[in-house]
């Protein structure tokens, strides 16, 4: 097994959820489950067991459990989101770290910090400075964090920094010029090409919805396993925000 794949099921009120750089759309709550139980199989069967933080029915984010925690190493820093009516989504993910037997630490008043901001790239942590994510947020994770380069980084345009950019297992950042100034960035030719997991060794997950970057990584030597995360797209979801992945 490659290690733990921290998730949790979408509850009845998820078509709720909050949006803000997208238009409204209908949420079909049965697909999402379908669609869900899909890439938590896609997980698993790249050797993620997947660990279930318990069910949070009154909060419609609830199933991006990224935003909740950031985990470096053993240490699991659970963050305080910036918007006030997800910050008790984070009790629960808390229990879940602490049950996994990780070491946790919080971030205080005034600090804001959503998960989806924070980028780990081999000894650098890039951190989106967004309108959920404030400087004294990321002060604290910095010195929560003393062994790393963290790189504040300025958004335009989208929620969070991995709205715009992730890490290829080879170190190269995968992400969109227009809403992210990063030097040597691969552009994907897809916005959800921007979206990646990493799975271990040459392993990544994508979204279905960008399937020309998806044969782009693979024609760089990647090992590519594409899931269909449309009704969470509509939520200005992506792939890395269902999920934390421990270990490994």
Partial sequence: MSGIALVRKPG?????????HVEREPVD???????????????????????????????PDAPFVEDAVVVAGRLAVLTRPGAPERRPEVESVARAVRELGLKAAEIAPPGTLDGGDVLQAGPTVYVGRSARTNDDGIAQLAALLPDRQVVSVELTGVLH???AVTA???GTLIGDPR???????LVPLEEAGAHVVLLGGDRVLMAASAPRTAAMLEKRGFNVTTVDISEFEKLEGCVTCLSVLIGG
Avoid at 179 to 185: A, C, F, I, Y
Wanted: without cysteine; proline residues 8%.
């Fill in 12 to 20: 009845p009120r998820i078509a709720e959820g909050i949006v803000t």
């Fill in 29 to 59: 709550r049965e697909r999402a489950l379908v669609q869900h139980d899909a890439y938590v199989a896609a997980l698993a069967g790249n050797g993620w067991r997947p660990a279930y933080a318990e069910l949070a029915d009154e909060l």
């Fill in 161 to 163: 920094l991995k709205s």
């Fill in 168 to 170: 290829l297992p080879d």
């Fill in 179 to 185: 809403h992210v100034d990063l030097p040597g960035l």
